[in-house]
Each structure stands twice: as C-alpha cells, then as structure tokens.
Nanobody, 124 residues
C-alpha cells in the first residue's frame, strides 16, 4: 500500500511558477513509477508528466514541454513538478499517482495509487 500526499498548489498569475510536491509512504518508493495528472472543470483527467523508477526516463504532455519539469528524490520518497510560465489553461486539480510499472507510462489506468489532489489556479 502506498499513500500519496500532494502539496504546493495555489493561486498564481499567468507567467508565474509553482512547484508541486508529492510525498509517498512506504519503503518501496524507488521501485514505483510516478506521474502527475490533472483534471480541469468539465474535462477528463489527463496525463501531464511521468517519471520512471530511477528518474532516468520522463515524458510530458506536449503542451507542457519546456515549461514543466518532473523530478524525484528517492531518498526523500518525494516526486516534484516544477511548473513555469503558467497560463490559464493549466488551471486544474493536479493529482500525483504511483504505479508498480517497469517504466514510465502515460495511461492513468495503469497507476494503482492516487493522492487527493491539489488545486492550481492561474489568473490571467
């Protein structure tokens, strides 16, 4: 069982930055792939960024490439999402997810554990 707790969301002006954190419980963090997903009002949940167990592989939604960076610190059982140059389209609830996967994948259905979500609101 893995429990995930996100933090770092909030209200920011367009062009600003936020860093989301997701702390995971348990002693198997280094053996699980991690991902960030988001859900905007009236829309389906979508993949944002994922990272492999070692951190050696990362994948991003096209619209966030060059602006968002996913990283992990296995010693701290934490995954991060650095978000720069935010715009109104980034407004959503952001969820952290964990999966016992051999590599980083974008399909949300393959992730076993989810956090409660953190709200990110970008004002224009």
């Amino acid at each position: 069982q893995v429990q995930l707790v996100e933090s770092g969301g909030g209200l920011v002006q367009a062009g600003g930055s936020l860093r989301l954190s997701c702390a995971a419980s348990g002693r198997t963090f280094s053996r699980i792939s991690m991902g960030w997903f988001r859900q905007a009002p009236g829309k389906e949940r979508e993949f944002v960024a994922v990272i492999s167990r070692s951190g050696g592989s990362t994948y991003y939604l096209d619209s966030v490439k060059g602006r968002f960076t996913i990283s992990r610190d296995n010693a701290k059982n934490t995954v991060y999402l650095q978000m720069n140059s935010l715009n109104a389209e980034d407004t959503a609830v952001y969820y952290c997810a964990a999966g016992r996967l051999p590599t980083a994948v974008a399909a949300s259905s393959l992730y076993d554990y989810w956090g409660q979500g953190t709200q990110v609101t970008v004002s224009s």
